[in-house]
């Protein structure tokens, strides 16, 4: 693969929701490229994109595919990402790199909500889009109905580029409004021919001119005064409008026929920015001081890449995937990874297409490249000249909102399963591991059960470690409501030297999760014993007597006692601070506490009613209610971590997918007599 000057290039994302087309799509733009010489099919498991194992095996993709294509004299980069809500982690990252982006859509069932979202993200991030209709050939499709709900959802920015021609088995291609000529398939390819008489497009093409205008003051004049534009002036105006986002073009086709492939390549290179376009053509840092650098798009500027993908193979080791923003990355250079302050050298440097590697001498700004074995660098690091350096901000991937525990099926791949997590950890950073110290669960984080099953079936597949998920185990907490006081009286004679320590504690409810207080006088319990007595309380507190968990927010004043000149010492004493401890817990009212979520819940309006009681159900307590930019609802909510486990699946069950939410601990509060009876019991049987 030759090297491109930049203003040849385009970086592309494919987005949508599941089963919309998105690598059928890739399949027909590296067929009418003549890339490959015969489309794959998702259902042969023989696609470029979708080579991973899990892929094939499911049917759909899980993986962002990176994927080259040389056409006419551009080269242009598709990152095929997946459509399910559990992968949009790879959505970020091809976004970050992308300039621009085509949503695939099924036409056969309009807006669906992974359409929403990926409008979404493109909105944040300022990105130009295109829309590409799929299945046009597929059951009936009112296009103009389609048109008024993609106007509906994503406001007038949408602009037809293309008017289909046939319905069903009947569309046979469609009318470029543009360049005002049919696109015909023929049966084996598209040709071009004259606009059917049947078909009026001037109220279609008299909004499209209507854009242009609105470009440029010289346009509006000429407009107004009615005069036709020249055909470069109609492309540098619709290129203008799509670049500023006020242009959103809409094309048809069949990925499956090929229909709309050309004119999608066409419709990138003209109207898609270029790598340097954007933002000024210049990328913004920050240096190891922490001062704002710029850096133009360009390869005669010092080196800098930002990585966004992370490949882990059980045989090459970790391939890097990353986009060069600035200056040139040659084989066997030394880069200077800022994000760790360490230096790694480059040993090789390819593009990839797929799975396939393609050898590189050098991958120039603009370009998106890939090389292996890199010893600290990970996904959403900055790579760059030390002499030179900067800092691009982090990929803002989404934290993981789904938890369960994981265990190997032997016990003997314990370690080897924990290694193996670490190395999915690299791959997917939306994918977390911990352990919770207190129940010894391993616990695994991620969006979604289907994401974590298919982390777990990747080691499988890649390490031959068999895993199996677990049910998170909810941490409780004891305290105590009353008080008491009682005496801990530790005695033991067996020959020799004996042990004797006698102490009296005060136990009362406190704001601090632990207070000790030494209102000793008079030296009855000797100074040198006192700590061990706050030694054994802190030991004691481990395990509660309710159901032996820990225990919190108490305070424990020794203000009596008594020792032996001979058998006293810190043992004894530490024993008997861990006799009145649990003699202390019993009589002081003990209860059972449960761990509190603090909750953001966005939702569109017409699922709040379903939301709200099901929050209810569930014991929560909706503090306050707000809405975003987008005109959803935001619910403040407090909720018991144990009525919560599974809800990103409710809630997408609820919401369609619409709904997002995040939490974080807020503090732990008293369980209901009723069920606290339950757990305690369930605890004692265990």
């Known amino acids: 693969m030759k090297n491109y000057e930049i203003a040849k290039i385009r970086n592309i994302s494919l987005l949508g929701h599941r089963g919309s087309g998105k690598t059928t799509l890739m399949e027909a733009l590296l067929y009418i490229s003549k890339t490959i010489d015969k489309m794959g099919t998702i259902e042969d498991g023989n696609t ?158 008299n909004l ?130 800022i994000n760790k302050n360490k230096k790694e050298k480059i040993s090789q440097i390819f593009f990839l297409r797929g799975n396939k590697q393609e050898e590189a001498l050098e991958i120039a700004a603009g370009d998106i490249g890939a090389t292996t074995k890199l010893q600290y660098t990970q996904t959403g690091d900055t790579l760059c000249d030390k002499d030179n350096p900067i800092q691009y901000p982090a990929i803002n991937f989404p934290a993981p909102c789904f938890y369960s525990g994981v265990e190997p099926a032997e016990k003997a791949d314990d370690e080897k399963l924990s290694t193996c997590l670490q190395r999915m950890m690299e791959e997917d950073p939306t994918f977390k591991v911990y352990r919770n110290h207190e129940t010894k669960q391993l616990l695994i984080g991620g969006l979604g059960e289907k994401h974590l099953y298919i982390i777990i079936c990747k080691i499988k597949n890649k390490f031959g470690v068999h895993a199996v998920l677990t049910d998170p185990i909810v941490s409780y907490r004891e305290t105590i409501k009353g008080q008491a006081s009682v005496q801990g009286k530790h005695k033991k004679q067996s020959g020799g030297a004996g042990q004797y320590g006698d102490v009296f504690i005060k136990f009362e409810h406190s704001e601090k999760e632990f207070e000790f ?17 706050e030694k054994g309380l802190l030991e004691a507190k481990e395990k509660g007597t309710l159901a032996g968990y820990p225990v919190i927010n108490f305070k424990a004043t020794l203000y009596d006692g008594s020792y032996h000149p001979v058998d006293s010492n810190e043992i004894s004493f530490k024993q008997a601070a861990i006799l009145a401890f649990r003699k202390g817990m019993e009589e002081a009212k003990p209860v059972l506490l449960e761990p509190v979520l603090s909750m953001q819940i966005t939702i569109p309006e017409v699922y709040l009613g379903d939301v709200m009681g099901d929050m209810n159900k569930r014991r929560g307590r909706i503090l306050g209610m707000e809405h975003n930019s987008y005109g959803e609802h935001v619910l403040n909510v407090e909720v018991p971590q144990v009525e919560v486990l599974k809800y990103a699946l409710d809630l997408r069950a609820m919401t369609q997918g619409r709904g997002e939410f995040s939490f974080e601990f807020a503090r732990y509060e008293e369980v209901p007599e009723v069920l606290a009876q339950k757990i305690i019991a369930s605890r004692k049987k265990d």
């Open 48 to 205: 470029v994109s979708d080579y991973d194992k899990e892929e094939i095996r499911r049917v759909f993709s899980i993986n962002t595919s990176v994927i080259p294509i040389e056409y006419g004299d551009g080269k242009y980069n598709f990152l095929d990402t997946p459509g399910y809500f559990d992968f949009v982690g790879e959505v970020e990252s091809a976004v970050r790199v992308s300039g621009s982006s085509v949503i695939v859509l099924d036409a056969t069932s309009g807006v669906e909500v992974g359409a929403e979202k990926a409008w979404r993200i493109l909105e944040e991030k300022k990105q130009p889009r295109i829309i590409y209709l799929n299945k046009m050939d597929k059951g009936y499709i009112n296009y103009e109905k389609l048109l008024y709900e993609l106007k509906e959802k994503f406001g007038k920015k949408i602009a037809p580029f293309c008017i289909p021609i046939g319905e069903k088995e009947e569309f046979k291609g469609f009318v470029n409004v543009i360049e005002m000529k049919s696109r015909i398939f023929n049966g084996v390819e598209c040709e071009d021919r004259p606009i059917p008489d049947f078909m009026d497009v001037s109220e279609v093409r």
């Open 517 to 533: 207080i030494d209102d000793i006088h008079g030296g009855v319990v000797p100074k040198s014993f006192i700590p061990a007595v």
């Open 208 to 337: 499209l001119m209507e854009a242009v205008a609105e470009t440029d003051e010289e346009l509006m004049e000429k407009y107004f005064n009615g005069e036709e534009f020249t055909t470069e002036e109609i492309k540098r105006g619709l290129h203008k409008g799509v670049v500023n986002g006020d242009v959103v073009p809409v094309i048809v086709g069949s990925a499956v026929q090929g229909i709309g492939i050309h004119t999608l390549f066409k419709i990138i290179n003209d109207y898609m920015p270029l790598p340097n376009e954007m933002f000024n053509g210049e990328r913004i840092g920050k240096n190891l001081e922490g001062e704002e650098v710029v850096r133009k798009v360009d390869r005669e500027e010092p080196f800098s890449a930002i990585v966004f993908k992370t490949l882990v193979d059980p045989f090459i080791g970790k391939i890097t995937l990353f986009k060069v923003n600035s200056g040139v990355l040659k084989k066997d250079m030394e880069v200077f990874n």
